[in-house]
């Protein structure tokens, strides 16, 4: 490509119109993630239903490029995963009681740090991980299929928009004005919290995963609740809050051992032939290479998230380089994971740092959760760039446009992740978060627990060893654990979810209706967005009440 056409092509694929739509988005995004994250211990991939908004509302300014939509997803959902980097570890702390040895200075240097790390490793790797790899980015993929279907007219945004709508009106009626009950058809089993929670988003969640994933999760909530709790304290093997304690170490067990197989079994064993390069290149890559300026932006990148995690974080240089050099190595596992599943557990990632600092450093228990934070937050990014890198890949877009995208988004999520962050805490207080409150949090407290001690360390083991089992099996370890984690409301509403999802297909079939698939992850993509954007909003609503109390 000439000099003269790669201009143009920026041009045209990097709008004004396309950056503003794109960083609006982001701001709803990145909320509607953290508040997603925290309250469901799940985060979904944003990307397809970015794709969708990003191409409708380009084609309403009269933009129709495939490839400027493809940037504009890129703004907008990049800040969710420095969302979810940040929302599954630092809340551990206040579960912990630590809540006042954190600023919102400090969470936004955990933040920009990782975002800095993730950026910089991606564009030292995006070559040999995209171009010169068989990796094949599920969802980077299925983004890439969504915009070149190019099927998203004025019903879509009816469907998608209406459906928010509807839910956000659901989370008012619910949480604002306290016309409905957060749990309906609750039973009184002792230890178990046995009711449907009454969430659209939740619902979403189940429909959007469906399928084996969610069978596995309900089957790990039964086998928790109904298995361990109710069966081995009616058996007498122990009390009910032994077996409570005996469930939340083998969920947890079982969730760190999924990562473990995703590291044994799909990271290790393909790394240095994936570093190496497979295969030849079709010539994408050229003229996208790095020059002199733009490796010499990329260390002074990388020189700065060293000095926040040195000095800013009060980490030291020695941990400081571990920490970055690490980032890399833990990135490349991201993306590969990435790559072949779809799955990025970054915040087992990220316990793993942590745990290779506490055993050489005398770094405090706050600091051990701001590595981990980094780390999390750099491989969410990664695994995130990665994709969209693929999506560009399959279209035509311009790597470096991408790349930009993605820092533009990222940059803007650091700062409304910890906003978001701050103003939930300043709304609903530090013991809003944890099993069994307000926002479950479930990896965070995984990250907690692994800082402050394992309630039963057999039942860890065993959950470790039997989700690196289940994983090496091909079978869905993460959810799994999820389940024997989860409060059992969370898993009985999921499942009810997928439910609807399964009669919904066949009542879709049994009609012949067209696109059904597409359309039922529309409005699910709606539900789960309207709730968790108006959650957030309601949350800034009390605190701004509060304020002028």
């Not at 933040?111 to 991980?129: H, M, Q, S």
């Not at 390069?277 to 003229?287: C, E, P, Q």
Request: aromatic fraction near 8%.
């Amino acid at each position: 490509m000439s000099e003269k056409g790669s201009r143009a092509s920026w041009r045209g694929q990097l709008s004004p119109v396309g950056i503003a739509i794109g960083c609006v988005g982001c701001v709803i995004i990145t909320a509607s993630s953290v508040y997603t994250a925290l309250k469901m211990g799940a985060l979904p991939w944003p990307t397809i239903f970015t794709s969708i908004v990003a191409l409708f509302l380009l084609r309403a300014f009269g933009h129709r490029s495939l490839n400027e939509a493809n940037v504009t997803q890129i703004v907008m959902s990049a800040g969710s995963m420095v969302a979810g980097g940040l929302a599954f570890t630092i809340p551990g702390i206040w579960m912990l009681g630590l809540a006042d040895e954190v600023s919102w200075v400090e969470m936004l240097f955990v933040a920009l740090a990782g975002t800095l790390l993730g950026l910089v490793c991606t564009a030292a790797i995006r070559r040999r991980f995209v171009d010169e790899s068989n990796l094949e980015y599920p969802i980077g993929t299925a983004a890439a299929e969504t915009l070149l279907a190019t099927k998203t007219g004025g019903v879509t945004g009816r469907r998608l928009f209406g459906s928010m709508g509807l839910a956000g009106l659901w989370c008012v009626a619910r949480d604002a004005l306290g016309w409905l009950p957060s749990m309906l058809l609750q039973l009184p089993i002792p230890g178990v919290s046995f009711a449907l929670y009454n969430s659209p988003q939740m619902l979403a969640v189940g429909f959007l995963v469906g399928g084996v994933a969610v069978a596995f999760w309900f089957a790990g909530a039964l086998v928790g609740n109904f298995g361990i709790i109710v069966g081995g304290s009616a058996a007498g093997l122990w009390d009910v809050s032994t077996a409570q304690g005996i469930v939340s170490s083998l969920g947890m067990g079982l969730m760190m051992g999924s990562g473990v197989g995703v590291v044994l079994k799909d990271i290790l064993p393909h790394a240095a032939s994936v570093l190496r390069g497979r295969g030849g290149t079709d010539g994408t890559s050229s003229g996208h290479g790095w020059g002199k300026l733009e490796r010499g932006t990329l260390a002074l990148m990388v020189a700065a998230a060293a000095l926040v995690v040195c000095i800013g974080l009060g980490l030291g240089p020695v941990v400081a380089v571990v920490v970055v050099l690490l980032a890399f190595v833990t990135t490349i596992m991201s993306a590969q994971s990435v790559g072949q599943t779809g799955i990025d557990p970054m915040e087992i990632f990220g316990l793993i740092v942590l745990l290779a600092v506490a055993a050489f450093s005398d770094a405090s228990q706050v600091q051990l959760f701001y590595v981990a934070g980094v780390v999390a937050v750099a491989c969410g990014l990664a695994g995130d760039v990665m994709s969209d890198f693929k999506t560009g890949a399959i279209i035509g877009t311009n790597p470096r446009t991408m790349w930009v995208g993605q820092a533009i988004g990222a940059l803007l999520g650091t700062v409304v992740a910890v906003a978001v962050l701050c103003t939930l805490v300043a709304a609903y207080g530090t013991g809003a978060f944890g099993p069994g409150e307000m926002f479950v949090s479930a990896q965070a407290s995984v990250v907690a627990t692994m800082v402050s001690g394992i309630p039963s360390v057999p039942g860890f083991v065993v959950g470790l060893l039997g989700g690196i089992a289940l994983y090496w099996a091909g079978l869905p370890a993460m959810m799994f654990g999820l389940g024997v984690y989860l409060p059992f409301y969370m898993s009985l509403t999921a499942a009810l979810g997928a439910g609807v999802k399964w009669v919904y297909e066949r009542s879709c079939a049994a009609r012949g209706v067209e696109d059904s698939e597409e359309k039922g992850i529309v409005v699910a993509s709606g539900v789960l967005g309207g709730e968790s954007i108006v959650g957030v909003v309601i949350a800034l609503a009390s605190v701004v009440s509060g304020l002028a109390g």
